[in-house]
Structure formats: C-alpha cells, structure tokens
C-alpha cells in the first residue's frame, strides 16, 4: 500500500512543485481577529547548503521560518522566545506598530529570555512583508545564519480573482566553508574588506531555503508569486526570458493597476508580486532568472557581475492549455499622499558606511518627526555604489529619482537609491511616538553603522 501510494506520488512528480513554501505559524487563538502565535529562534542542525548538516540558527527548527500568516484588521500575537546564545530581537519588517514592538536594536531580548511582540494590522495594508532579526551589530550574521521568515497580511476580499493559485518565492543567497557551514572571513582579512564592501554575497541561490526548485504551471494558467528578497546584499533583476511579466504589487501590497514589465530590479528587503502568466506550450519549459545588474563600486565589483543565474525552474505541464482568468485592469485605489501640506524637508546623505557623515550611535536622535504631520525625505548617495534606504514603522511613496517624476504610485517601506542618485520620497508619521531606525538595507553597512535614528514626537 505504501509502495503503491509512493509510486503514485512518483508519476505524477513530473507535474507537481518542487518549490516547497515554509509553512504556515498556527494560531493558538479560535478568538475572532486574533492570531496568536509562538516562534523560537534556536540554534539547530540543519543542512542550509543541500547534503551539509551544520550548526545554524533557526525559528521553529526551519529555514526559513514559518510564514505568518494574517489579515487586515487582526491583532496578532507573537509568543518569541530566545534560545541563541547571544541577544536578538525579530523585526517585522514594514508594519506599522508601535515602536516598543518594532525589534529595532533598541529593544533587544537576552538569550534565554522570552517576549511577546503585539500589534495590530491596520485596514488597507495587505502585502507581502517579512521578519528577521535586529541586533546590534549582528544582523547579518544571524540573518546569514538561517533567521528570516515571511509575513503575509491579506485583505478580506482581494482584487484578485480566487482562481489565481499564488506561490511565495524567499529570494536568499549565502556562501560556504567546506563543512557547509556560512563563511564568514576575518572582517581585516581582503575578503572579509570585500564582504564589507559590497555586503555579503555567496554563490549559492535558494529560494525557500531550496537550489534550482521547479514551479509547474499549465498552458494559460496565471500564478500570482510573491517575491521576497532577503539576501543581505545581493540585488536581484527579475525576469521569466521570452515572457511580459505583470507587476501587480511591491513592499507595502498592490498597485493601482498592472503593469507589464520584461524585468524587476529588486533590492535588499525588497518585496514584488507578479502575475505570471502561462504563455508558453503544455511540455515546454522556461526559468525564473536573475539579470546581471551592476550596483558595485568598480574596485570591488565581483568578476561575474555580468552572470545570469537561474532561480526557478518553470515548468510547463503536458495537458492542454487552460482559459486564462481575466485580470482586472483596477487593483485598488492608492491616494497619494498630499505634497502640498509638507511640514518640514530632511536630508538623508549616503557616504561608504555612513549617514550624514555619521556612523550609527544608539544613544543619539539624529532626525526628529512630529506625529501627524508629512514629510519630504530626500536621500542621496553620494557614492559609486547603490544602497537601498528602509525606513521603519512607516511606509512612503517615492515622489522622485533625479528629479524625474516616479510614473507608478506605490506603498514601499524600502527603495534602492543608484549610486550618485538622488531619490525624494513623501512620508506621513500618522501615529506612534518613539523612536524608528533608518538604514541601508545591506546587511553589512547596517551593522558597520549605516544607520540612524528619527525619533517621532
Ligand atoms: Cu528589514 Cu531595519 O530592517
Ligand atoms: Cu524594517
Ligand atoms: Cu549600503
């Protein structure tokens, strides 16, 4: 019987993902409106590189972590405790909650200890979003050591119609020692200058924590992927070769409409959602790939820049083609926020490694905000070499890049600001005093001290 159910499975492999979605954080609540969750991050042994057990760090025993999973309007709960042997904290990348409850570096949880992370998920932001870790100055680390998840907020009744199955795609990348464990060089050694340089990139691409998985789509069908870039450093230009791609959405949900794209450029934390449609032939094949995109300053920009590299095997099922859904041409109404009735510009300036000519310090306020009112941010890099601002606890809508309008109006939480560019972005600090991290949202630059603190008051 077994055998015989195996055997089943085998046949119909051929047709079915290989791409395995993390899954789901159960909630412990039957309260209506209620998620209430318990996540542990844990040392644990895993092979990160496929065939290499080796000590990691994991929430719940996997990487990636689960996915939580909610809708607009739920209070969610997070029972956390911290069984690492050094501090953490987990920051829910994008949310709007209060600051106490962000996981910034201000807030750290001693290991051994436990908390419990609230907020609630306002209307109106349903998207795709993620957490991981905010420690002082070992972000990265415990990020290259298996800590991320993704955090999926739905609205109740979304524009797109139910018919569309949707994948979640976790883009990450790490390099390894022979043992399979996560190389990290001596920060004074040239590689480990490098790594500081340009972030931390590896070798190795898994999506889900999987190499090379296999996404199967029949003739016609449309998928609805969620991506989500979590690498520390690596920037990801998306495309399916010989296919349009449909842009329907990015970090903070949906776009007003779709729009067709043959590429992505998606920075570091960084999230898109695509509608792929099956245009190619029953039996046919095709790949999710990244493009070469060039963010590096030229002294330190890796030999192979100039690569593509496949993501995702797309895989067309032999039966016959399906009646594509229709899409709608209307996703949902995004207003945009009035430039008008703007109560104060800042300027935010990237330099290798600092903010405003300063490294990060804890114990300084370095812009301050007051509640309710908007704001212009202009962020310039004054360097060779890109480097994606994020700011947290409010979403913003670009205004800008080099003073061209930005055609598409969307909610984004982070943007890649090109080297020598300048990027304008409007801003409204609508609720919740405290104090919020900005940040390059390379990894390493994070933790050597791109970063700064708005306080709202
Ligand atoms: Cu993704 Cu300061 O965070
Ligand atoms: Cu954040
Ligand atoms: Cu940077």
Known sequence: MIFAALLGVLSVSAQADTLAAPPVLKNLSTAPHIVEVTLTAAPARLALLPGKVTDVFAYNGRVPGPTLD??????????????????????????????????SPLYPIAPGARTDYVFKVGEGK??????????????????????????????????????????????????????????FPDPNSPAGQVDMENGREGPVMFVNG??????????????????????????????????????????GGLFEKPEAVQDIVLANSERVELLVRGTGAPGSEA??????????????????WNQSHDLVRLVY?????????????????????????????????????????????????????RLGTTEIWEIDNLVGMDHPFHLHG????????????????????????????????IVNFDDFAGKWMFHCHILDHEDEGMMGVLETY
């Open 317 to 369: 099922a032999p039966t016959p083609p399906v009646t594509p859904v229709a899409i709608p041409d209307v996703l949902r109404p995004i207003p945009a926020l009035d430039t008008t009735q703007v109560a104060a510009t800042k300027v935010v300036t990237f330099t290798q490694g600092l903010i405003n000519g300063k490294a990060m310090d804890m114990n300084r306020i370095d812009l301050r905000s």
């Open 210 to 251: 999987q190499v090379g998985p296999t996404i199967v789509i029949k003739s016609g069908e449309v998928q609805r992927w969620r991506v989500i870039n979590a690498s520390a450093a690596r920037v990801y230009r998306l495309a399916v070769p010989g296919q349009t791609l449909l842009w329907v959405g990015s970090d």
């Open 70 to 103: 909610v809708q607009e309007g739920d209070s969610v709960i997070v029972h956390f405790q911290n069984q690492l042997p050094e501090s953490t904290t987990i920051h829910w990348h994008g949310m709007h909650l209060a600051a106490n409850m962000d996981g």
């Open 394 to 425: 409010f979403r913003f809508q670009v205004l800008d890049r080099n003073g061209v309008p930005e055609r598409v109006r969307r909610w984004k939480d982070s943007v890649n600001v090109p080297r020598h560019e300048t990027v304008r972005l």
């Open 126 to 183: 349903a998207g795709t979003y993620w957490y991981h870790p905010h420690v002082d100055k070992r972000t990265g680390y415990q990020v290259a050591k298996g800590l991320y998840g993704a955090l999926i907020v739905r609205a109740a009744k979304s524009p797109l119609p139910a018919a569309i199955p949707e994948k979640l795609l976790i883009l990450s990348d790490n390099r390894f020692g022979p043992d399979g464990s996560p190389d």
């Open 287 to 304: 790949a999710l790939v990244t493009l070469p995109y060039d963010r590096y300053d030229t002294h330190t920009r890796p030999a192979d």
